[in-house]
């Protein structure tokens, strides 16, 4: 497999995953634990996030298209701009004081399985105690904050779905549906254009190695027409209260993951 074929293969698998709940960063470690395995070079080493955060720049800009007539009118409403600084807050920390932790545990297939099996009862958790006693007009700071906890959470274990776990922290502390949805993908605007601007300083002015840009360039491009398609799907399955299917899809997984490991460490 050409290092170009692993790339859109492992750009399609992000689009896909980035917004439905089953955790696009647990879905690359195990791709690129198969592709390895397989005996084929791997087009980055399985340590190297970069490709990972250029994939997570491809559907950063899916959530820009498809969220793009509420753009606009978010930089007119102070308070929820204050709501997404708040809940922002705990995901920079955690990038910023245990980036090297992420870093250890994204090479790990048993981590992976376990936090697919907490995504899982996590979804499950949501979908029955849901309470629907706010919106984003009357949000509170406390609650962003939790929200915003679920996500800082979600960004240090692969396998933990970063937009599963704040959907489901949002819908755990009353948010609606609909709410918990648009607040958990303007976060990602923040969290995900962050971790890409750091990741591209470190490639530009820190790195000796060379890097791959057209790669990176197909990833981007490919994850973001994927991503597109995959987040309209989330909203309509989740506005159906569909979550139960996705929790039984990384139930399944993750006990896949943990029996490879041991089978095949």
């Known amino acids: 497999m050409s290092a170009y074929l692993q790339v859109i293969f492992l750009a399609v698998l992000q689009g896909i995953a980035e917004f439905l709940p089953i955790s696009s960063s647990g879905h690359l470690v195990l791709a690129k634990f198969a592709i390895q395995k397989l005996g084929i070079t791997p087009a980055f080493p399985l340590e190297d996030i ?45 990038g910023v004081f245990l980036g090297d932790l992420r870093t250890e545990v994204f090479s790990n297939r048993m981590m992976v399985g376990f936090c697919l099996l907490m995504t899982a009862t996590l979804l499950m958790v949501a979908q029955q105690v849901e309470r629907c006693r706010f919106d984003l007009t009357n949000l509170p700071f406390p609650v962003a904050m939790v929200i915003g906890l679920f996500q800082g959470f979600a960004a240090l274990l692969p396998g933990i779905s970063r937009a599963g776990s704040t959907i489901c922290g949002a819908l755990i502390a009353g948010v609606d549906r609909p709410s918990a949805a648009k607040f958990s993908f303007l976060l990602a605007i923040i969290a995900i254009g962050g971790a890409g601007m750091i990741k591209l300083k470190e490639a530009l002015f820190e790195s000796t190695a060379p890097v791959r840009w057209d790669l990176l360039a197909t990833g981007i491009g490919v994850s973001f027409v994927v991503g597109v398609l995959s987040l309209e799907l989330l909203l309509k399955l989740l506005n159906a209260n569909r979550l139960v299917y996705f929790a039984i899809y990384c139930a399944a997984v993750g006990l896949l993951a943990i029996v490879w490991q041991i089978v095949s460490p």
């Open 50 to 94: 970069t490709l990972d955060v250029a994939l997570h720049v491809g559907t950063l800009g899916s959530i820009l298209v498809v969220y793009r007539n509420d753009l606009w009118k978010i930089l007119f409403q102070p308070r929820l701009l204050a709501l997404l600084f708040v809940a922002s807050i705990p995901a920079g920390l955690a």
